[in-house]
């Protein structure tokens, strides 16, 4: 079993900074691509960044040049670096990861999502 733990989130004024972080652990063969989503209160849960196992980031047009997304393979741990923060971006974010466990003699392809940490940003 895989287990993603977040932590970072918090309260900050418009135009501050954040930086979350997503640990996982368990019976992980590789992690693939890990990713943030977050979701406000009566919204849909929409994708913020992602980073595949190569290095490649791809960020919503919102955060780009705000948000920068980074991965630790040593610690099995994505971050996201937000900065210049707006109350726009005020939700609950959850960390994803694309992860190949081992299941005794063979793998196989799941996806895991973190518990959520909220995020909220004052005017």
């Known amino acids: 079993q895989v287990h993603l733990v977040e932590s970072g989130g918090g309260l900050v004024q418009a135009g501050g900074s954040l930086r979350l972080s997503c640990a996982a652990s368990g019976n992980i063969f590789s992690l693939n691509a890990m990713g943030w989503y977050r979701q406000a209160p009566g919204k849909s849960r929409d994708l913020v960044a992602t980073?595949?196992?190569?290095?490649?980031?791809m960020y919503q047009d919102s955060v780009k040049g705000r948000f920068t997304i980074s991965r630790d393979d040593a610690k099995n741990t994505v971050y996201l670096q937000m900065d210049s923060l707006k109350p726009e971006d005020a939700a609950v974010y959850f960390c994803?990861?694309?992860?190949?466990?081992?299941?005794?003699?063979?793998?196989?392809?799941?996806?895991?999502w973190g518990q959520g940490t909220q995020v909220t940003v004052s005017s």
């Open positions: 994803y990861a694309d992860v190949r466990v081992t299941e005794g003699w063979r793998t196989r392809r799941n996806d895991y």
């Open positions: 980073i595949t196992s190569g290095g490649t980031t």
